[in-house]
Protein backbone atom coordinates (compact mmCIF):
# COMPACT_ATOMS: atom_id res chain seq x y z
CA UNK A 1 0.00 0.00 0.00
CA UNK A 2 1.01 3.49 -0.36
CA UNK A 3 2.05 5.70 2.07
CA UNK A 4 0.09 7.18 4.60
CA UNK A 5 -1.59 10.21 4.70
CA UNK A 6 -0.41 11.78 8.00
CA UNK A 7 -2.33 13.76 10.32
CA UNK A 8 -1.52 16.93 12.87
CA UNK A 9 -4.33 17.26 15.06
CA UNK A 10 -5.32 20.18 16.86
CA UNK A 11 -8.23 19.97 19.63
CA UNK A 12 -9.16 16.85 21.75
CA UNK A 13 -12.12 17.61 22.58
CA UNK A 14 -16.01 16.52 21.17
CA UNK A 15 -15.04 15.95 17.75
CA UNK A 16 -11.22 15.61 18.34
CA UNK A 17 -11.45 12.71 20.48
CA UNK A 18 -14.37 11.25 17.82
CA UNK A 19 -11.70 11.73 14.70
CA UNK A 20 -9.77 9.49 16.65
CA UNK A 21 -11.73 6.81 17.40
CA UNK A 22 -13.08 6.81 14.34
CA UNK A 23 -10.30 6.13 12.81
CA UNK A 24 -9.13 3.27 14.99
CA UNK A 25 -12.28 1.68 14.47
CA UNK A 26 -12.69 2.10 10.54
CA UNK A 27 -8.73 2.52 9.54
CA UNK A 28 -8.74 -0.77 7.27
CA UNK A 29 -11.82 -0.28 5.41
CA UNK A 30 -10.58 3.77 5.12
CA UNK A 31 -7.46 2.68 3.75
CA UNK A 32 -9.19 1.00 0.87
CA UNK A 33 -11.23 3.34 0.36
CA UNK A 34 -8.57 6.16 0.24
CA UNK A 35 -6.31 3.86 -1.37
CA UNK A 36 -3.85 4.75 1.74
CA UNK A 37 -4.15 4.46 5.53
CA UNK A 38 -4.81 7.88 6.99
CA UNK A 39 -3.02 8.23 10.61
CA UNK A 40 -2.65 10.12 13.30
CA UNK A 41 0.84 11.60 14.04
CA UNK A 42 0.72 14.60 16.45
CA UNK A 43 -2.16 15.68 18.73
CA UNK A 44 -2.50 19.40 20.54
CA UNK A 45 -4.98 20.87 22.74
CA UNK A 46 -4.64 22.65 26.20
CA UNK A 47 -4.46 20.15 28.73
CA UNK A 48 -2.20 16.89 28.00
CA UNK A 49 -2.78 15.39 30.96
CA UNK A 50 -6.75 15.22 30.56
CA UNK A 51 -8.26 12.08 30.27
CA UNK A 52 -10.16 11.41 26.66
CA UNK A 53 -11.08 8.53 26.83
CA UNK A 54 -8.69 7.35 23.35
CA UNK A 55 -5.40 6.53 23.64
CA UNK A 56 -3.13 9.67 22.89
CA UNK A 57 0.56 8.92 24.03
CA UNK A 58 0.98 7.18 20.96
CA UNK A 59 1.19 10.50 18.90
CA UNK A 60 3.36 13.43 19.47
CA UNK A 61 2.10 15.70 21.60
CA UNK A 62 2.62 19.23 20.84
CA UNK A 63 2.18 21.83 23.60
CA UNK A 64 1.72 25.18 21.21
CA UNK A 65 -1.00 24.12 18.83
CA UNK A 66 0.49 27.05 16.30
CA UNK A 67 3.98 24.31 15.99
CA UNK A 68 1.09 21.86 14.31
CA UNK A 69 2.17 23.34 11.03
CA UNK A 70 5.51 22.73 10.93
CA UNK A 71 4.93 18.90 12.37
CA UNK A 72 7.98 17.49 10.23
CA UNK A 73 6.04 14.23 9.07
CA UNK A 74 2.46 16.05 9.06
CA UNK A 75 0.99 16.39 5.30
CA UNK A 76 -2.61 17.73 6.71
CA UNK A 77 -3.62 20.21 9.36
CA UNK A 78 -7.13 19.01 11.52
CA UNK A 79 -8.08 21.84 13.59
CA UNK A 80 -10.87 21.15 16.06
CA UNK A 81 -10.28 24.05 18.27
CA UNK A 82 -12.83 26.26 17.53
CA UNK A 83 -13.54 30.16 17.91
CA UNK A 84 -13.02 32.27 14.49
CA UNK A 85 -10.02 33.95 15.57
CA UNK A 86 -7.18 33.02 17.72
CA UNK A 87 -5.26 29.88 17.99
CA UNK A 88 -7.33 28.30 15.11
CA UNK A 89 -6.54 31.53 12.47
CA UNK A 90 -3.18 31.34 13.58
CA UNK A 91 -2.84 27.58 12.53
CA UNK A 92 -4.76 27.39 9.63
CA UNK A 93 -3.22 30.65 8.22
CA UNK A 94 0.21 29.08 9.17
CA UNK A 95 -0.68 25.39 7.74
CA UNK A 96 -1.97 26.66 4.10
CA UNK A 97 1.26 28.61 4.03
CA UNK A 98 3.39 26.16 5.43
CA UNK A 99 2.64 24.21 2.55
CA UNK A 100 0.28 21.44 4.16
CA UNK A 101 -3.48 20.74 3.32
CA UNK A 102 -6.02 21.85 5.92
CA UNK A 103 -9.20 20.22 7.23
CA UNK A 104 -11.82 22.07 10.31
CA UNK A 105 -15.18 21.76 11.51
CA UNK A 106 -15.28 25.83 12.71
CA UNK A 107 -17.77 27.08 10.95
CA UNK A 108 -17.42 30.49 12.80
CA UNK A 109 -13.86 30.58 11.45
CA UNK A 110 -14.74 29.75 7.89
CA UNK A 111 -18.05 32.30 8.11
CA UNK A 112 -15.64 35.08 9.16
CA UNK A 113 -12.06 34.37 7.30
CA UNK A 114 -13.47 31.48 4.55
CA UNK A 115 -12.75 33.31 1.95
CA UNK A 116 -8.82 34.68 2.47
CA UNK A 117 -8.10 30.77 3.30
CA UNK A 118 -9.38 29.77 0.09
CA UNK A 119 -7.33 32.13 -1.76
CA UNK A 120 -4.32 31.19 0.46
CA UNK A 121 -5.63 27.52 -0.32
CA UNK A 122 -5.29 27.98 -3.75
CA UNK A 123 -2.66 29.87 -4.48
CA UNK A 124 -0.62 27.08 -2.39
CA UNK A 125 -2.58 24.13 -4.81
CA UNK A 126 -3.78 22.35 -1.73
CA UNK A 127 -7.03 21.47 -0.15
CA UNK A 128 -8.53 23.80 2.54
CA UNK A 129 -11.80 21.37 3.50
CA UNK A 130 -14.64 22.32 5.90
CA UNK A 131 -17.88 19.59 5.34
CA UNK A 132 -18.26 19.47 9.28
CA UNK A 133 -18.79 23.21 9.35
CA UNK A 134 -22.28 23.01 8.37
CA UNK A 135 -24.72 20.04 9.61
CA UNK A 136 -22.40 17.89 11.61
CA UNK A 137 -21.88 14.14 9.78
CA UNK A 138 -24.67 15.60 6.66
CA UNK A 139 -22.91 15.45 3.25
CA UNK A 140 -24.73 18.77 2.43
CA UNK A 141 -21.46 20.75 1.41
CA UNK A 142 -20.30 18.10 -0.79
CA UNK A 143 -23.99 17.67 -2.23
CA UNK A 144 -23.59 21.42 -3.25
CA UNK A 145 -20.29 21.44 -4.43
CA UNK A 146 -20.60 18.42 -6.43
CA UNK A 147 -24.16 16.42 -6.51
CA UNK A 148 -25.86 20.27 -7.27
CA UNK A 149 -23.20 21.65 -9.30
CA UNK A 150 -24.91 21.68 -12.44
CA UNK A 151 -27.65 23.72 -11.23
CA UNK A 152 -28.85 27.08 -10.72
CA UNK A 153 -29.87 26.87 -6.97
CA UNK A 154 -32.98 29.15 -6.36
CA UNK A 155 -32.96 28.79 -2.33
CA UNK A 156 -31.45 27.10 0.06
CA UNK A 157 -32.76 26.67 3.73
CA UNK A 158 -33.00 24.22 6.47
CA UNK A 159 -32.59 23.30 10.41
CA UNK A 160 -29.17 24.03 10.99
CA UNK A 161 -28.60 24.03 14.66
CA UNK A 162 -28.60 21.05 16.69
CA UNK A 163 -29.13 22.64 20.18
CA UNK A 164 -32.51 24.97 19.33
CA UNK A 165 -33.78 22.24 17.23
CA UNK A 166 -32.62 19.87 20.24
CA UNK A 167 -34.75 22.31 22.67
CA UNK A 168 -37.55 23.08 20.35
CA UNK A 169 -38.60 19.49 19.89
CA UNK A 170 -38.09 18.88 23.53
CA UNK A 171 -40.06 22.42 24.70
CA UNK A 172 -43.04 20.95 21.79
CA UNK A 173 -43.05 17.15 23.31
CA UNK A 174 -42.65 17.58 27.08
CA UNK A 175 -43.71 21.23 27.40
CA UNK A 176 -40.28 21.57 29.84
CA UNK A 177 -38.83 24.93 29.91
CA UNK A 178 -36.23 26.43 28.11
CA UNK A 179 -33.16 26.41 30.46
CA UNK A 180 -33.06 23.12 31.91
CA UNK A 181 -33.35 21.40 28.04
CA UNK A 182 -30.09 23.68 26.78
CA UNK A 183 -28.28 22.34 30.41
CA UNK A 184 -29.14 18.73 28.49
CA UNK A 185 -28.40 19.53 25.24
CA UNK A 186 -24.63 20.83 26.64
CA UNK A 187 -24.19 17.57 28.52
CA UNK A 188 -24.93 15.88 25.26
CA UNK A 189 -22.13 17.73 23.46
CA UNK A 190 -24.37 19.24 21.01
CA UNK A 191 -23.53 22.79 22.22
CA UNK A 192 -20.88 25.33 21.22
CA UNK A 193 -18.28 26.57 23.64
CA UNK A 194 -20.53 29.99 24.19
CA UNK A 195 -24.15 28.23 24.14
CA UNK A 196 -25.71 31.44 23.39
CA UNK A 197 -24.22 31.13 19.96
CA UNK A 198 -26.42 28.47 19.53
CA UNK A 199 -29.76 29.97 20.95
CA UNK A 200 -29.17 33.19 19.69
CA UNK A 201 -28.78 32.02 15.74
CA UNK A 202 -25.35 32.97 15.66
CA UNK A 203 -24.18 29.38 14.76
CA UNK A 204 -26.59 28.69 11.83
CA UNK A 205 -25.90 32.33 10.69
CA UNK A 206 -22.11 31.11 10.33
CA UNK A 207 -23.88 27.88 8.83
CA UNK A 208 -25.73 29.68 6.33
CA UNK A 209 -23.43 32.17 4.89
CA UNK A 210 -21.61 29.41 4.24
CA UNK A 211 -24.56 27.20 2.32
CA UNK A 212 -25.40 30.51 0.86
CA UNK A 213 -21.47 31.06 -0.65
CA UNK A 214 -22.14 27.57 -2.29
CA UNK A 215 -25.23 27.59 -3.64
CA UNK A 216 -24.95 31.36 -5.39
CA UNK A 217 -21.63 31.64 -6.04
CA UNK A 218 -21.11 34.38 -3.57
CA UNK A 219 -18.20 35.86 -1.72
CA UNK A 220 -19.27 34.50 1.95
CA UNK A 221 -21.62 37.63 3.30
CA UNK A 222 -21.68 36.34 7.20
CA UNK A 223 -22.12 39.85 8.18
CA UNK A 224 -25.11 40.43 6.07
CA UNK A 225 -27.39 37.47 7.69
CA UNK A 226 -30.82 39.05 9.74
CA UNK A 227 -30.11 36.95 12.80
CA UNK A 228 -32.79 35.74 15.75
CA UNK A 229 -33.03 32.94 17.76
CA UNK A 230 -35.07 30.73 20.34
CA UNK A 231 -34.15 32.24 23.27
CA UNK A 232 -37.82 34.11 23.45
CA UNK A 233 -39.84 31.34 22.55
CA UNK A 234 -42.37 29.99 25.01
CA UNK A 235 -44.06 26.94 25.59
CA UNK A 236 -47.39 28.88 24.84
CA UNK A 237 -46.06 30.21 20.88
CA UNK A 238 -45.66 25.87 20.69
CA UNK A 239 -48.95 25.48 21.48
CA UNK A 240 -50.48 28.23 19.29
CA UNK A 241 -48.28 27.23 16.43
CA UNK A 242 -49.88 23.21 17.47
CA UNK A 243 -53.21 24.90 17.17
CA UNK A 244 -52.39 26.18 14.00
CA UNK A 245 -51.61 23.28 12.01
CA UNK A 246 -47.54 24.36 12.55
CA UNK A 247 -44.37 23.26 14.54
CA UNK A 248 -41.58 25.74 15.31
CA UNK A 249 -38.30 25.43 14.23
CA UNK A 250 -35.28 27.88 13.63
CA UNK A 251 -34.95 27.90 10.17
CA UNK A 252 -31.67 29.72 7.91
CA UNK A 253 -32.83 30.77 4.75
CA UNK A 254 -31.31 32.23 1.83
CA UNK A 255 -31.88 33.05 -1.39
CA UNK A 256 -30.30 35.16 -4.43
CA UNK A 257 -32.80 37.10 -6.86
CA UNK A 258 -32.91 40.33 -8.28
CA UNK A 259 -33.06 42.24 -5.25
CA UNK A 260 -29.76 40.80 -3.95
CA UNK A 261 -28.77 38.16 -1.59
CA UNK A 262 -30.82 37.57 1.14
CA UNK A 263 -29.74 35.66 4.10
CA UNK A 264 -31.74 35.12 7.26
CA UNK A 265 -31.75 32.60 10.67
CA UNK A 266 -35.26 33.26 12.25
CA UNK A 267 -37.75 31.21 13.98
CA UNK A 268 -40.24 30.13 11.63
CA UNK A 269 -43.87 28.53 11.80
CA UNK A 270 -43.27 25.07 9.71
CA UNK A 271 -46.41 23.48 8.14
CA UNK A 272 -47.16 20.36 9.08
CA UNK A 273 -47.07 18.93 5.41
CA UNK A 274 -43.65 20.32 5.21
CA UNK A 275 -40.78 17.52 6.08
CA UNK A 276 -38.88 20.43 7.69
CA UNK A 277 -41.78 20.19 10.28
CA UNK A 278 -41.06 16.61 11.67
CA UNK A 279 -37.10 17.11 11.67
CA UNK A 280 -37.15 16.54 15.65
CA UNK A 281 -33.90 16.54 18.19
CA UNK A 282 -30.53 17.46 17.32
CA UNK A 283 -30.95 16.38 13.41
CA UNK A 284 -30.06 18.94 10.98
CA UNK A 285 -31.87 19.33 7.13
CA UNK A 286 -31.59 21.54 4.40
CA UNK A 287 -33.55 21.76 1.51
CA UNK A 288 -31.69 23.27 -2.03
CA UNK A 289 -33.99 23.90 -4.93
CA UNK A 290 -31.96 23.44 -8.14
CA UNK A 291 -33.70 24.36 -11.44
CA UNK A 292 -32.81 20.62 -12.95
CA UNK A 293 -32.71 18.48 -10.17
CA UNK A 294 -35.82 19.92 -8.58
CA UNK A 295 -35.60 19.72 -4.77
CA UNK A 296 -32.97 18.52 -2.82
CA UNK A 297 -33.30 17.16 1.40
CA UNK A 298 -29.98 16.48 3.52
CA UNK A 299 -30.70 15.38 6.40
CA UNK A 300 -29.31 13.64 9.40
CA UNK A 301 -27.05 14.43 12.55
CA UNK A 302 -25.65 17.80 12.54
CA UNK A 303 -23.76 17.54 15.96
CA UNK A 304 -21.77 15.29 18.31
CA UNK A 305 -18.66 13.20 17.98
CA UNK A 306 -19.70 10.55 15.80
CA UNK A 307 -21.23 12.05 13.46
CA UNK A 308 -18.95 15.15 13.12
CA UNK A 309 -15.51 12.69 13.00
CA UNK A 310 -17.43 11.31 10.06
CA UNK A 311 -17.72 14.57 7.96
CA UNK A 312 -14.20 15.27 9.36
CA UNK A 313 -12.81 12.05 7.86
CA UNK A 314 -14.74 12.16 4.97
CA UNK A 315 -12.74 15.52 4.19
CA UNK A 316 -9.36 13.68 4.50
CA UNK A 317 -10.39 10.53 2.40
CA UNK A 318 -11.00 13.10 -0.55
CA UNK A 319 -7.50 14.86 0.16
CA UNK A 320 -5.92 11.17 0.12
CA UNK A 321 -7.50 10.22 -3.10
CA UNK A 322 -6.17 13.48 -4.22
CA UNK A 323 -9.65 14.72 -5.31
CA UNK A 324 -10.21 18.03 -4.08
CA UNK A 325 -10.89 21.18 -5.89
CA UNK A 326 -11.48 24.96 -4.92
CA UNK A 327 -13.22 25.13 -1.67
CA UNK A 328 -16.27 27.03 -2.81
CA UNK A 329 -16.84 25.11 -5.57
CA UNK A 330 -15.34 27.92 -8.39
CA UNK A 331 -11.86 29.54 -8.21
CA UNK A 332 -12.47 32.06 -4.72
CA UNK A 333 -11.01 34.74 -7.80
CA UNK A 334 -14.73 34.09 -9.69
CA UNK A 335 -16.81 34.41 -6.47
CA UNK A 336 -19.37 37.38 -6.17
CA UNK A 337 -19.67 40.12 -4.43
CA UNK A 338 -23.09 39.86 -2.86
CA UNK A 339 -25.27 42.93 -2.51
CA UNK A 340 -27.88 42.43 0.58
CA UNK A 341 -31.40 42.25 -0.26
CA UNK A 342 -34.07 44.17 1.49
CA UNK A 343 -35.74 42.04 4.08
CA UNK A 344 -38.78 44.48 4.03
CA UNK A 345 -39.51 43.61 -0.04
CA UNK A 346 -40.26 40.05 0.95
CA UNK A 347 -43.74 39.29 1.13
CA UNK A 348 -45.19 36.25 3.18
CA UNK A 349 -47.21 35.17 6.17
CA UNK A 350 -46.39 36.01 9.53
CA UNK A 351 -47.18 35.21 14.11
CA UNK A 352 -47.04 37.59 15.90
CA UNK A 353 -47.39 36.77 19.46
CA UNK A 354 -47.64 39.89 22.20
CA UNK A 355 -47.84 40.05 26.38
CA UNK A 356 -50.09 42.44 27.16
CA UNK A 357 -51.61 43.80 30.40
CA UNK A 358 -55.27 42.63 31.14
CA UNK A 359 -57.11 46.08 30.46
CA UNK A 360 -59.42 47.99 28.18
CA UNK A 361 -58.68 48.59 25.13
CA UNK A 362 -55.56 47.08 24.62
CA UNK A 363 -57.00 44.44 21.73
CA UNK A 364 -58.17 47.74 19.78
CA UNK A 365 -54.49 49.47 20.36
CA UNK A 366 -53.06 46.27 18.57
CA UNK A 367 -55.33 45.64 16.10
CA UNK A 368 -55.07 49.64 15.01
CA UNK A 369 -51.50 49.62 14.46
CA UNK A 370 -52.03 46.38 12.43
CA UNK A 371 -54.58 48.59 10.32
CA UNK A 372 -52.45 51.42 10.27
CA UNK A 373 -49.63 50.01 8.70
CA UNK A 374 -51.67 48.25 6.55
CA UNK A 375 -51.49 44.51 8.12
CA UNK A 376 -54.20 42.27 7.12
CA UNK A 377 -55.45 39.78 10.36
CA UNK A 378 -56.22 36.11 9.18
CA UNK A 379 -56.51 34.94 12.71
CA UNK A 380 -56.75 35.89 16.61
CA UNK A 381 -56.23 34.38 19.47
CA UNK A 382 -56.18 35.51 23.09
CA UNK A 383 -55.17 33.35 26.33
CA UNK A 384 -56.48 34.05 29.82
CA UNK A 385 -54.31 35.94 32.17
CA UNK A 386 -51.46 34.23 33.47
CA UNK A 387 -50.08 34.63 37.57
CA UNK A 388 -48.62 37.70 36.74
CA UNK A 389 -51.90 39.08 35.25
CA UNK A 390 -50.57 39.94 31.51
CA UNK A 391 -52.33 38.01 28.62
CA UNK A 392 -51.23 36.13 25.37
CA UNK A 393 -52.38 37.10 22.17
CA UNK A 394 -51.25 36.05 18.91
CA UNK A 395 -52.41 37.01 15.41
CA UNK A 396 -51.45 35.07 12.34
CA UNK A 397 -51.32 37.57 9.00
CA UNK A 398 -52.77 37.30 5.81
CA UNK A 399 -49.64 37.48 3.21
CA UNK A 400 -48.29 41.22 2.70
CA UNK A 401 -44.80 42.94 2.74
CA UNK A 402 -42.55 42.43 5.99
CA UNK A 403 -42.38 45.79 6.54
CA UNK A 404 -45.72 46.23 7.27
CA UNK A 405 -45.55 44.21 10.29
CA UNK A 406 -42.24 46.18 11.20
CA UNK A 407 -44.29 48.95 11.10
CA UNK A 408 -46.53 48.02 13.59
CA UNK A 409 -44.42 46.75 15.82
CA UNK A 410 -42.58 49.95 15.94
CA UNK A 411 -45.57 51.97 16.09
CA UNK A 412 -46.43 49.79 19.29
CA UNK A 413 -43.04 49.58 20.96
CA UNK A 414 -43.18 51.27 23.95
CA UNK A 415 -47.10 51.39 24.91
CA UNK A 416 -47.83 50.24 28.00
CA UNK A 417 -50.33 48.19 26.90
CA UNK A 418 -47.12 45.76 26.14
CA UNK A 419 -45.77 43.82 29.14
CA UNK A 420 -42.91 42.13 27.02
CA UNK A 421 -41.35 42.14 23.78
CA UNK A 422 -43.09 41.07 20.81
CA UNK A 423 -42.67 37.51 19.39
CA UNK A 424 -42.32 37.21 15.59
CA UNK A 425 -41.97 34.56 13.51
CA UNK A 426 -42.22 34.20 10.24
CA UNK A 427 -44.27 31.37 8.41
CA UNK A 428 -42.46 29.06 6.14
CA UNK A 429 -44.41 29.04 2.66
P1 LIG B 1 -14.62 21.03 22.56
O1 LIG B 1 -15.20 19.75 23.01
O2 LIG B 1 -14.78 22.25 23.42
O3 LIG B 1 -13.07 20.79 22.28
C1 LIG B 1 -12.19 21.83 21.99
C2 LIG B 1 -10.77 21.31 22.05
O4 LIG B 1 -9.89 22.39 21.72
C3 LIG B 1 -10.34 20.80 23.42
O5 LIG B 1 -9.58 19.64 23.28
C4 LIG B 1 -9.48 21.91 24.00
O6 LIG B 1 -8.42 21.47 24.80
C5 LIG B 1 -8.88 22.51 22.73
N1 LIG B 1 -8.59 23.93 22.90
C6 LIG B 1 -9.42 24.90 23.29
N2 LIG B 1 -8.76 26.08 23.32
C7 LIG B 1 -7.49 25.83 22.97
C8 LIG B 1 -6.34 26.62 22.82
N3 LIG B 1 -6.34 27.92 23.09
N4 LIG B 1 -5.20 26.02 22.40
C9 LIG B 1 -5.18 24.69 22.16
N5 LIG B 1 -6.25 23.88 22.27
C10 LIG B 1 -7.38 24.45 22.68
O7 LIG B 1 -15.17 21.46 21.13
P2 LIG B 1 -15.84 20.50 20.04
O8 LIG B 1 -17.30 20.38 20.35
O9 LIG B 1 -15.03 19.29 19.83
O10 LIG B 1 -15.78 21.46 18.74
C11 LIG B 1 -14.60 21.61 18.01
C12 LIG B 1 -14.94 22.35 16.71
O11 LIG B 1 -15.88 21.57 15.98
C13 LIG B 1 -15.59 23.72 16.89
O12 LIG B 1 -15.17 24.57 15.84
C14 LIG B 1 -17.07 23.42 16.76
O13 LIG B 1 -17.81 24.54 16.31
C15 LIG B 1 -17.03 22.36 15.68
N6 LIG B 1 -18.18 21.47 15.63
C16 LIG B 1 -18.59 20.84 16.76
C17 LIG B 1 -19.67 19.95 16.69
C18 LIG B 1 -20.17 19.22 17.90
O14 LIG B 1 -21.18 18.52 17.78
N7 LIG B 1 -19.54 19.33 19.05
C19 LIG B 1 -20.30 19.75 15.47
C20 LIG B 1 -19.84 20.40 14.32
C21 LIG B 1 -18.77 21.27 14.43
P3 LIG B 1 -8.63 20.77 26.23
O15 LIG B 1 -9.47 19.53 25.95
O16 LIG B 1 -7.27 20.41 26.68
O17 LIG B 1 -9.33 21.76 27.10
N1 LIG C 1 -23.53 23.66 18.30
C1 LIG C 1 -23.80 23.12 17.02
C2 LIG C 1 -25.25 22.70 16.95
C3 LIG C 1 -22.90 21.95 16.77
O1 LIG C 1 -25.90 22.64 17.99
O2 LIG C 1 -25.75 22.44 15.86
C4 LIG C 1 -22.91 21.52 15.36
O3 LIG C 1 -22.46 22.50 14.51
Redesign the pocket.
Known sequence: MTEPLRIAL?????????VIRLIDANGELIARRAGRPIEVVAV?????A?D?GVDITRFDWVDD?AELARHPRADVVV?????SD???LALARASLAGGKSFV??????IAHHGLELANAAETAGLALKFE??VA?GVPVIKGLREGAAANEIARVYGILN?TCNFILSKMEAEGRDFADILAEAQRL?????DPSFDIDGV?AAHKLSILASLAFGTQPAFEQVAIAGVRHILAADIAEAAALGYRVRLLGLSEANGHGLFQRVHPHLVPLSHPLAHVTGSTNAVVAEGNFVGRLLFQGA????G??ASAVVADLIDIARGEFGPPYAMPAAALAQPGAADTGERIGRAYVRFTVADKVGVLAEIAAAMRDAGVSIESLMQRGASADGSVLVAIVTHEGPERAVAQALDKLRGSSSLTGEPMWMHILG
Open positions: AGLGTVGAGSARDRKRTELVGGGPATANKAMAAGGGYAEADGAGDPT
